[in-house]
């Protein structure tokens, strides 16, 4: 190939309109002028003289995968949800019962420290005590009063017995005659 | 189980627990709107002052014996109606009023004496097998009394406790257990 040849066809290559065959005919000329070639054609002999022994090479099948699975991996995770009337209605039930109860406890809290307030100034801890003892006495008073009654219902049971038997000696009697 | 469902179960609890209590206020306000009022005589001993409670020293030798009872409470309501104040409310109004809201809450009837023109009925609030609540009412004619005793409550315990104050009355709950 002539030099002049070669360079139209470089001037294609950087084009990037060169056609395999071409580019073909350009490596065998740069690997095959070893030493004779001119000074402004030496600089590219690098260029076209690569090794391109692995230029056939084909990725085996893992790699392919691996490549998908990555992909699949960043893909951002977006699910099709349909909001259906009945999801609406759970929501709106639990917020209206969350917020119900937020109220409520509020309620409870701001009432908490009402007794608090009231309590703190009225009693010292002695009085409290003789309060307290004053109020589980009398509890366990009306307790033991109230229970009281209970305690003849075991003789009451025994006199219904007393009854009870008179009137089936009566009625066996009644037979018997 | 989906989120919303989980979100919506753990609401409905919370409402649950908060409206039990919030029940549970019905009675501490209907106690809180007779505070300071003529007639009648409040007082509400807080579970801060039973903190206090346990680091009294006294010689006092009923304490002692009451010490024990007293560390099973957390809170004690007294309301008392005098006859000066039955003359504006009417005791036996306030007795069934009162009565009413309890039952109508998660409180029981445990025992009611009807005794001349007294009427003594005692409720407790329980949780599981124990006595978280006591509560007497008295209504007569001329008084109304409201105790309410907070805390884990041993009835034995309690009603041992008129004996070794010195107080009249027997000890019949121990004689209710053979029945």
Request: hydrophobic share 40%.
């Amino acid at each position: 190939m002539k030099v002049k040849e070669v360079h139209i066809l470089m001037e294609k290559y950087f084009d990037g309109k060169t056609s395999l065959e071409e580019e073909k005919r350009l490596r065998d000329f740069f690997s095959n002028s070893a030493g004779e070639l001119p000074n402004d054609l030496s600089a590219y002999k690098a260029l076209f003289n690569r090794n391109y022994k692995n230029e056939g090479m084909i990725l085996d099948e893992a790699f392919t995968a691996n490549i998908w699975d990555e992909i699949v991996q960043n893909e951002p995770k977006t699910k099709v949800v349909s909001f259906n009337a009945v999801r609406w209605i759970f929501a709106a039930a639990a917020s209206f019962i969350l917020m119900l109860s937020v109220y409520q406890w509020y309620g409870i809290k701001q009432y908490e420290q009402f007794m608090a307030m009231h309590n703190e100034q009225e009693m010292t801890k002695e009085e409290a005590l003789v309060a307290t003892k004053q109020a589980l006495a009398f509890v366990s008073l009306k307790l033991n009063e109230g229970c009281r009654p209970i305690k003849n219902v075991g003789s009451f049971y025994r006199f219904q017995n007393v009854i009870k038997k008179s009137k089936n000696e009566v009625i066996s009697k009644d037979i018997i005659n | 189980m989906k989120l919303y469902q989980k979100i919506l179960l753990i609401s409905v609890c919370l409402f649950g627990a908060l409206n039990l209590s919030a029940q549970h206020d019905q009675l501490l306000k209907f106690f809180d709107q007779f505070q300071g009022k003529e007639g009648f005589t409040t007082v509400y001993v807080t579970p801060k002052m039973f903190e206090l409670f346990s680091d009294i020293e006294t010689n006092d030798k009923d304490f002692n014996e009451v010490s024990e009872a007293i560390s099973m409470l957390k809170g004690v309501r007294i309301l008392v109606l005098d006859s000066v104040g039955s003359l504006t409310y009417n005791p036996i109004k306030l007795y069934n009023e009162v009565s009413s809201v309890a039952e109508k809450i998660n409180y029981e009837e445990l025992m009611v004496v009807k005794d001349g023109d007294t009427d003594v009925k005692f409720l407790i609030r329980e949780q599981g097998k124990v006595i978280e609540e006591v509560l007497l009412l008295v209504g007569a004619a001329e008084n109304f009394v409201f105790i309410s005793l907070m805390g884990k409550i041993d009835l034995r315990k309690l009603s041992s406790l008129s004996k070794s104050m010195d107080i009249d009355g027997l000890d019949y709950l121990e004689e209710l257990e053979k029945y």
